[in-house]
């Protein structure tokens, strides 16, 4: 059975200001925080092989449970080994609970005043779970807390994440209640699942608790405070960057953090432009999940230290330009490469502009990480910070 | 000047059968033959980094002049220091004259019926070139011999490709004789036009005559016979593959092989199954090139040693298949993943299946070729052949 009080995060060091220096211990590894989590939706951080991204320094990626869940399948993925063998990873890997893709993917948009059954969209949510048509070949498929959580044990994760209301934003106070009242009920089934599943598991994975509330602080205290009750091994911060304005997320941030345990890792979930990172940092966030690095990278956009943060390869001005993608950068794309021939692979959508960009875009993110960690050590989060130009 | 005395071809051993042991000098290094040259049509073996093709045993890359001339442009991959550094490629390169493309892209099909002139296509050919339009932006271009060569050395390449008569299949005799008589023009041109430029070069590139003659013996042999007049490099046979049934192509390189000098290496344009490969080894081909391994790679068929010589892996039947891809293949892709990763990338159209498979179709080509070597070495070609399912 597992001993609930078996310590899985240990905290370095906190500056005055907040940030953190830790490890978040895993069956799969270590995790030295802060650190950024890229994502792998399908079980494959896109373009790349585990043997890069160990090289890039990542050391845990971020699997979603609604696309593994419904291709392949959670059981075929356990046949052949769990996620880690299925992917040739043997790092760790958190699974998020599917829900914020059944949200966003089974209404017409992500706004709360769309029609939720219509234009082939559907999805009806209750206190059992939430019922949604696939986008894949609109075939009903009803997630439960429980459901969740199978299948993320299923899939082998080192930590899972509760099934919880993902509200869009705004929301009034009353539909902000009710969905906080509906993610507490999901949560309670999720960790009451978890706890009777794990009981004769040697190595049970990680199970953070989600902290929602919407853009209200009572509410957003309220859930923190919920959540304390239970030995979850961590908090995420959910219902974030949902189209809030950047402040509005500071914010929150701001009312929950002192509402949480300093003894257990914080991860904000779908975070990741290069000032919110720093921000976050400062305000005592562990961990990162976003797309933006891999998106990014397909998109042409090229991660530098200059605000915006990036230059997008594909604007003409780059055809001729012998210079390395950023000539600060140490990566093997930007040690063999030049902006010319990136221009031209994304120019002839060849397969090998996404991976030399994508490549380049992760370590800029973990070599950002490395030196953030670097700085919480010596005092010098300031200085960094006006190296990447964001005060 | 160059010393056209100067040998660039060391014939090893010549089996009475007619398979040849070879070496083939570029200035980028040595090619032990008989050897496959993967395309990179556009400066890049798809998916792959040239560290990776050095690894897998690649030895020399095929680059398509039409593409690079309409994009980037030769003269912007010259002022980075031509294809090798722009590609980061340190090996050889081959590049064909960019004839193929103009006439197979600018015609409506590959079909000598067609309307040249019509449905957006453009295609006026003349003693002096042939005029298109481009498949990219519609734009009008004049290639001409003497460009198509300027072109081939403003990209670096290492063997070079005279302006040839695309002939599709099948001509008629008058057809075949007004196409052979231009093809003999234009490599008079191009001859020309090459020995002036590389005048006073320290190290030029090799220069293969291609023998064109459609299906016609008297054509092909007068072709092998007009270009053997010529000091070039080596010879290259083109007009196959271009729709005939398999025994036509082998019957016209029966024509040819006794035609050609056995001091020079001989190419065989665009052609790769596996059996093809095996029966004009025999016949004394030293070189082959052909998309098939890339581009199947990309469609999920991956090569095995049994015909006919590929399987799907997209087919629903790997969903749940823990064996590698190939179960006596040691490369990465079939030592780390499984069937069912492979079906699930391809499934979801994941950047990383494309990188994988076509890994794996590389490897497969270049073991062949080394174990083709090797059994020219000691007469074992047939027991190789069984092995692979051709005889």
Redesign the interface.
Known sequence: MRTQTRNRWHLKKQLPSGARLGQLFTSHGTIETPAFIPVGT???V????PEELKKLGVQIYFANTY?LWL??GDE?IA??GGLNQ???WDGPIITDSGGFQVFSLGRASFSPHDNLVGAGKLLQITDQGAKFRSHLDGSIHFLTPEKSIAIQLNLGSDIVLPLDDCSPYPLTPSEARASLRRTNIWFRKSWTYYQDQIRSSASPPLFFGIVQGSYYRRLRQQSARFLRQFSVDGFAIGGVSVGEPKEKMREAVNWIMPELPENKPRHLLGVGEIDDIFDFVRLGVDTFDCVLPTRFARMGKIMIKQRPWYLDITKKKF??D?RPLDSSCSCYTCQ???R??L???F??R???A???ATYHNLFFYTTLMRRIRQAIRTNTLDNLAKEYEVI
């Open positions: 399908k079980g494959t896109k373009s790349l092989i696309h291709s392949p075929i046949s052949l299925f992917s040739h055809a001729a012998k063999n490469y030049s010319a021939y221009h031209h692979l120019k002839n060849e397969l090998l996404y991976r030399l």
